[in-house]
């Protein structure tokens, strides 16, 4: 898999490569480099063991990607780093998105094909939320979907899965925002009505505030 290799792998790698007999301060170097590598070599296991047991662990994957992004910037200096860096996160995605358990993957995955192959990552955004019945997946696909400009998408997207009594009141916030920044403003209202239902009364009432300041302003501004 590009960009991940097991750290066995690059072990036995380094130790071939070792083999010349430098001594000094060169050899010291290179023998910290190399204690350096184990070490991270060793935590990269553990991340990817963590994450096969736990998918969507947004933290062991931030920092698991990390990783990788470095090993492949540091094997890529004389090419594209970044395009390097983006492949090594793609594949480590790509490979944890095929547990049917996975949705967070897929939020990657749509992130870095957003610009280029839109469709795609809207489908891949379609299948975290529907692998995510508590509805985070399906907030963090709406702000993605937001703050790249695509409030159609968002909505588009959340017309299929937002369940207004069961999901996390963030999800019906992006709904309405997403509309009044899209002008369709009587959608916007209907989302906000929705959001109503859901059983966290003080939690909505606090959101509708601010919401209904939002479509008020939006409907003024399209009557002036």
């Given at each position: 898999?590009?960009?991940?290799r097991?750290?066995?792998?690059?072990?036995?790698?380094?130790?071939?490569?070792?083999a010349?007999?430098?001594?000094?301060?060169?050899?010291?170097?290179?023998?910290?480099?190399?204690?350096?590598?184990v070490?991270?070599s060793?935590?990269?296991?553990?991340?990817?063991?963590?994450?096969?047991e736990?998918?969507?662990?947004?933290?062991?994957?931030?920092?698991?990607?990390?990783?990788?992004?470095?090993?492949?910037?540091?094997?890529?200096?004389?090419?594209?780093?970044?395009?390097?860096?983006?492949?090594?996160?793609?594949?480590?995605?790509?490979?944890?998105?095929?547990?049917?358990?996975?949705?967070y993957?897929?939020?990657?995955?749509?992130?870095?094909?957003?610009?280029?192959?839109?469709?795609?990552?809207?489908?891949?955004?379609?299948?975290?939320?529907?692998?995510d019945?508590?509805?985070?997946?399906?907030?963090?696909?709406?702000?993605?979907?937001?703050?790249?400009?695509?409030?159609?998408?968002?909505?588009?997207?959340?017309?299929?899965?937002?369940?207004?009594?069961?999901?996390?009141?963030?999800?019906?916030?992006?709904?309405?925002?997403?509309?009044?920044d899209?002008?369709?403003?009587?959608?916007?209202?209907?989302?906000?009505d929705?959001?109503g239902?859901?059983?966290?009364?003080?939690?909505?009432?606090a959101?509708?505030?601010?919401?209904?300041?939002?479509?008020?302003?939006?409907?003024?501004?399209?009557?002036?």
């Open positions: 898999m590009a960009g991940l097991t750290w066995r792998d690059r072990l036995r790698r380094r130790g071939q490569g070792g010349d007999g430098a001594t000094g301060a060169r050899g010291t170097a290179t023998t910290e480099e190399h204690v350096s590598s070490h991270e060793v935590d990269e296991e553990r991340l990817h063991q963590l994450l096969k736990d998918p969507n662990d947004e933290v062991r994957f931030a920092e698991l990607a990390a990783v990788v992004r470095r090993r492949a910037a540091e094997g890529h200096a004389g090419g594209d780093p970044e395009r390097a860096q983006a492949d090594a996160v793609w594949a480590l995605a790509e490979e944890l998105a095929h547990d049917h358990r996975s949705w993957p897929l939020i990657e995955l749509a992130r870095l094909s957003l610009h280029d192959d839109r469709e795609a990552a809207l489908r891949r955004l379609g299948v975290a939320a529907e692998r019945p508590s509805g985070t997946a399906l907030v963090q696909a709406l702000v993605l979907l937001r703050q790249a400009g695509d409030h159609d998408g968002a909505l588009a997207l959340g017309m299929g899965h937002w369940r207004p009594t069961e999901h996390p009141l963030g999800a019906g916030r992006e709904m309405v925002s997403a509309a009044v899209a002008h369709r403003l009587a959608e916007a209202r209907r989302h906000l929705a959001l239902e859901h059983p966290d009364a003080t939690g909505v009432a959101m509708r505030r601010d919401l209904e300041r939002a479509v008020t302003a939006a409907e003024r501004a399209r009557r002036s």
